[in-house]
């Protein structure tokens, strides 16, 4: 039952869902890293790294994996989404947001 002050008791909230312009995947919001090209005043144009999802701009998402990042760099396919070049700045603070890659398993070694 709807009330006047909000929504019925007990609904769960919907999860965001965003795409990562390198590989496509699609994820929760919160699972992808943003990238914003902030739009009016002295930093207008500017592309910057936004990790609280809330700046104001034309944003763009991308899995936070060196893999996807380098491939969004490489392929051009964020400033496609941003509609402006990234700078070199932006680029290494997004290569450094990047989480390491998990570990290989490691095969134990056969003796004999």
Do not use: F, H
Not at 15 to 38: D, E, F, M, Y
Request: aromatic share 0%.
């Amino acid at each position: 039952m709807n009330t006047a002050s909000g929504p019925a008791v007990g609904k769960a909230r919907r999860t965001p869902i965003r795409t990562c312009v390198a590989c496509r995947t699609s994820g929760g919001k919160r699972g992808l890293l943003r990238v914003v090209r902030l739009g009016a005043g002295e930093d207008a144009g500017t592309v910057v790294l936004d990790p609280t999802g809330k700046r104001s701009g034309r944003g763009a998402y991308v899995c936070p994996t060196p893999d996807c990042i380098g491939l969004a760099l490489k392929q051009k396919k964020l400033e496609r989404s941003l509609k402006t070049p990234i700078g070199e700045g932006a680029a290494e603070a997004l290569r450094a947001a990047a989480l390491p890659a998990p570990p290989s398993p490691s095969l134990p070694e056969v003796s004999g």
